[in-house]
C-alpha cells in the first residue's frame, strides 16, 4: 500500500516535498518513482530511482531537472519528492509507484506495479 501526502497550494516559485509512505512490501527491492497527471494531459513520469542495492539510477522529466529532487529511506519505508521553484505548469495529481522490475534509466521510467492515491499540487501565478 501506498499513500502519498504533502500536496497543497502553492505560490510560484515555492517548495514543497511530497512524501509517500510504503507498507506491506521490502521496499529496497523495489524502483519507485513519482508521476504526475494534469487536467485534460496524459499521465508523465516526474522523477523515479533505481532500487537499492543498485548502482542508484535516476530519472527526471527534463522540465523538472534542477528543480526536483527524488530521495529514498528504504528504512522508514518513504519516498520523497523534493520540489523548489515550483511553477504553474507544474500543477497536477501527483502519485508515487513502485515496481519491483521498474526499468528507470536516465532517459526514460516504467514503473507499473502498486501505485498510490494521489496527492494534488496547485501552483499559482
Known amino acids: 500500500q501506498l499513500q502519498a501526502s504533502g500536496g497543497g497550494l502553492m505560490q510560484t516559485g515555492a517548495s514543497l516535498t511530497l512524501s509517500c509512505a510504503v507498507s506491506?512490501?521490502?521496499?529496497?527491492?523495489?524502483?519507485a518513482g513519482w508521476f504526475r497527471q494534469a487536467p485534460g494531459k496524459e499521465r508523465e513520469a516526474v522523477s523515479c530511482i533505481s532500487a537499492s542495492g543498485t548502482r542508484t539510477t535516476t530519472y527526471y522529466l527534463t522540465s523538472a531537472e534542477g528543480r526536483f529532487a527524488i530521495s529514498r529511506d528504504d528504512a522508514r519505508n518513504m519516498i520523497y519528492l523534493h520540489m523548489n521553484n515550483l511553477e504553474p505548469t507544474d500543477t497536477a495529481i501527483y502519485y508515487c509507484?513502485?515496481?519491483?522490475?521498474?526499468?528507470?534509466?536516465?532517459?526514460?521510467?516504467?514503473?507499473?506495479?502498486?501505485w498510490g492515491q494521489g496527492t494534488q499540487v496547485t501552483v499559482s501565478s
Open positions: 509507484a513502485v515496481d519491483t522490475i521498474a526499468v528507470i534509466r536516465s532517459t526514460m521510467c516504467s514503473i507499473d506495479d502498486y
Open positions: 506491506g512490501i521490502t521496499m529496497s527491492h523495489y524502483g
